[in-house]
């Protein structure tokens, strides 16, 4: 019997709710697609004999956060056709929804066809909308931005990933960030890096271009050299699930050394779910257990925790 077989892919138990002063903003997410990520997870389920999943709605997703005192979330649209998703799922749902919007670092070089395969091995795949040039699909991030303040609260996620692009395409890679810099400090915008294998690229190219006043490094993967480096420069630090995984001891020393006023958290979902359900499908429900596992860091209260990164989101974001 494979172990593959044996995989629980049902829902993630609701976790202890947190206090009415404690609720929390989950900082980085992309709820649309937590939807096909569990059909697909029913799918597989029904295909092993094993109980049905449900599938919910985005609303009903929300409603579940909201639930455990997630009473908001900043929903990320990174790929050309979901930059309008998350601006339209802020619209729907003002105040409880804010959106963040870029062209991901492994999109930026597939449009206009620039891809080169990367050290995950996987061959390069074009879909009709990476036909948009970068400067194009760059511009309609602005133009969304301009036409919707209230709903887009950030540029993001942008940065570098050296796993799925490869060595041929960095320095265009690298170009489409600087790019995303600029545009972060024209709007006055705070900036949600995603780094992937990249680290030192990610902290040189700030460095040389001067990091946007409000820099967040969402789903935090560095050691406690970058850690260090992060709190020299007042940049912030968001945690999803991994910081509760067991190897990352330097996830969870980069957090101390940036401090509580200067950490988030988020689910990052439908990927990243905290211990001890990791490999199930994730959604903004399930930022309570990282808060736990947050809270253990810092050896305080989980309320506490939670209480600090809400005054850090809000400060950051304006919300």
């Known amino acids: 019997?494979?172990?593959?077989?044996?995989?629980?892919?049902?829902?993630?138990?609701?976790?202890?709710?947190?206090?009415?002063?404690?609720?929390?903003?989950?900082?980085?997410?992309?709820?649309?697609?937590?939807?096909?990520?569990?059909?697909?997870?029913?799918?597989?389920?029904?295909?092993?004999?094993?109980?049905?999943?449900?599938?919910?709605?985005?609303?009903?997703?929300?409603?579940?956060?909201?639930?455990?005192?997630?009473?908001?979330?900043?929903?990320?649209?990174?790929e050309y056709p979901n930059l309008g998703t998350a601006v339209q799922m802020a619209l729907d749902h003002p105040g409880v929804v804010h959106a963040a919007i870029a062209i991901h670092p492994n999109e930026a070089v597939l449009h206009g066809h620039r891809g080169v395969p990367g050290p995950d091995g996987l061959p390069l795949s074009y879909k009709p909308y990476h036909d948009v040039s970068f400067e194009d699909a760059l511009a309609r991030v602005h133009r969304l931005a301009l036409d919707h303040p209230r709903e887009v609260v950030a540029i993001g996620e942008t940065g570098m990933d050296l796993f799925r692009t490869g060595e041929g395409a960095k320095e265009l890679q690298r170009q489409a960030f600087r790019d995303h810099i600029a545009l972060a400090k024209e709007l006055g915008l705070p900036m949600q890096i995603h780094d992937r294998d990249s680290h030192r690229e990610v902290i040189d190219t700030l460095l040389a271009d001067g990091s946007p006043e409000r820099t967040v490094f969402h789903s935090y993967s560095g050691d406690a050299?970058?850690?260090?480096?992060?709190?020299?420069?007042?940049?912030?630090?968001?945690?999803?699930?991994?910081?509760?995984?067991?190897?990352?001891?330097?996830?969870?020393?980069?957090?101390?050394?940036?401090?509580?006023?200067?950490?988030?958290?988020?689910?990052?979902?439908?990927?990243?779910?905290?211990?001890?359900?990791?490999?199930?499908t994730n959604a903004p429900y399930m930022i309570p257990y990282t808060l736990a596992a947050l809270a253990e860091v810092f050896d305080l209260p989980v309320a506490e925790v939670a209480r600090a990164t809400r005054r850090t989101t809000r400060k950051v974001y304006g919300i």
């Not at 609720?23 to 697909?40: C, G, L, M, Q």
């Not at 991994?242 to 990052?268: F, P």
Request: contains cysteine; charged residues 25%.
């Open 1 to 78: 019997m494979s172990k593959h077989h044996h995989r629980d892919r049902s829902w993630a138990p609701a976790p202890e709710p947190l206090p009415t002063d404690a609720r929390v903003i989950d900082d980085h997410t992309h709820v649309a697609s937590v939807v096909p990520f569990s059909r697909e997870m029913n799918r597989q389920a029904i295909e092993r004999d094993q109980p049905p999943v449900p599938v919910y709605s985005v609303d009903e997703l929300l409603a579940q956060a909201q639930a455990v005192g997630v009473e908001g979330v900043i929903d990320v649209g990174c």
């Open 225 to 280: 050299e970058m850690g260090r480096i992060a709190a020299e420069h007042g940049w912030y630090l968001s945690f999803s699930g991994t910081v509760s995984y067991k190897g990352n001891d330097g996830i969870r020393e980069s957090a101390r050394l940036v401090g509580l006023d200067h950490i988030m958290v988020e689910t990052d979902a439908p990927y990243l779910s905290p211990m001890p359900y990791r490999g199930r």
